[in-house]
């Protein structure tokens, strides 16, 4: 954020996952939040996040959410296992989350789409679930928009002309990437906040 430096009338699209794995899932969600008072922001919803919002609703869903990274958020709080010490500011953000959001140009999902179908009527394990190892649309959406994802981990970007994947897997030793839509421009950073040397070069 510090090198993209928006200003109030930018529009940023975080595609989700903003738990879990990570060290400091609380961290995050308390960036998100400061960031939503400096521009536009339109968060998407990720699987992790909803599983942190569906692990209030009992055991089993608590228990699933845990094995899948839900310890290393709940570590963030400095808690042991209780839902009780995340703020209900963070839960607000979350349930404040978009499916899909779109532009002129493009639309922008956590995990994945069907071409033929329209957006609101997908369901949850398509645009949140859907890995692009298991299924990739071989065509631009009915909208004609390019659609630009993230959710399954590549070592590069996956640029097939009508999908994206800028999900390169930063929580694996990989990139955290941004990219601007309208002017291609790219950032990618790493764990410790270390530019990509090719990206330092080329900007």
């Excluded at 839509?181 to 990509?196: A, D, L, P």
Aim: glycine share 8%; hydrophobic share 35%; proline share 4%.
């Amino acid at each position: 954020m510090e090198a993209i430096d928006p200003k109030p009338n930018d529009t940023i699209i975080p595609l989700g996952d903003y738990v879990d794995r990570g060290i400091d899932s609380k961290g995050v969600l308390d960036q998100l939040i400061q960031l939503s008072e400096r521009c536009k922001l339109v968060p998407i919803l990720g699987n992790h996040d909803q599983m942190m919002l569906h692990a209030r609703d009992g055991e089993s869903d608590f228990q699933f959410w845990l094995n899948c990274g839900g310890d290393s958020a709940l570590d963030s709080y400095g808690s042991t296992g209780q839902l009780d010490l995340i703020p209900r500011k963070h839960t607000r953000f979350l349930e404040s989350c978009h499916s899909y959001f779109e532009t002129e140009t493009h639309i922008f999902l956590h995990a994945n789409y069907t071409p033929d179908l329209s957006l609101h009527d997908h369901d949850d394990h398509t645009i949140r679930w859907l890995s692009l190892r298991d299924y990739v649309p071989q065509r631009i959406h009915s909208s004609g928009k390019i659609a630009v994802v993230g959710h399954t981990p590549h070592d590069e970007i996956f640029d097939l002309g009508h999908l994206v994947c800028i999900d390169t897997g930063v929580c694996n030793g990989g990139w955290l990437t941004a990219l601007d839509v309208e002017s291609g421009e790219i950032w990618q950073v790493n764990e410790w906040g270390e530019f990509r040397k090719e990206q330092t070069e080329n900007s």
